[in-house]
Nanobody
Framework: QVQSVESGGGPAQPGGSLRLSCVAS????????MGWYRQAPGKERELVAV???????TYADSVKGRFAISRDNAKNTVYLQMNSLKPEDTATYYC?????????WGQGTQVTVSS
């Protein structure tokens, strides 16, 4: 069974930092594309960052230069380092694992940026 568990969310002040972690189970992690998505109240879920099995990364324009996605295949973990946080980064952040076009989602972790 494949499942993902996110952690690291919480409150943060504008300009602050948080690091999200997503531990994915299963033997397919190293072959999977891993992504972070977010959904704010009343808005659609949107892509934040993706890292392929080969290590290539893609970022939403709104987070370029502030967020960094990375992965540790030995730990079945993908990270999202979030710096220079803004109030508009407030959302529930979800981890998505994609393998052979099948998606597996975590339960989400809440990030709230407020002074």
């Amino acid at each position: 069974q494949v499942q993902s568990v996110e952690s690291g969310g919480g409150p943060a002040q504008p300009g602050g930092s948080l690091r999200l972690s997503c531990v994915a189970s299963g033997r397919i992690f190293s072959l999977s594309s891993m992504g972070w998505y977010r959904q704010a109240p009343g808005k659609e879920r949107e892509l934040v960052a993706v890292i392929t099995s080969g290590g290539s990364t893609t970022y939403a324009d709104s987070v370029k230069g502030r967020f960094a996605i990375s992965r540790d295949n030995a730990k079945n973990t993908v990270y999202l380092q979030m710096n220079s946080l803004k109030p508009e980064d407030t959302a529930t952040y979800y981890c998505r694992q994609t393998f052979l076009k099948v998606e597996y989602w975590g339960q989400g972790t809440q990030v709230t940026v407020s002074s």
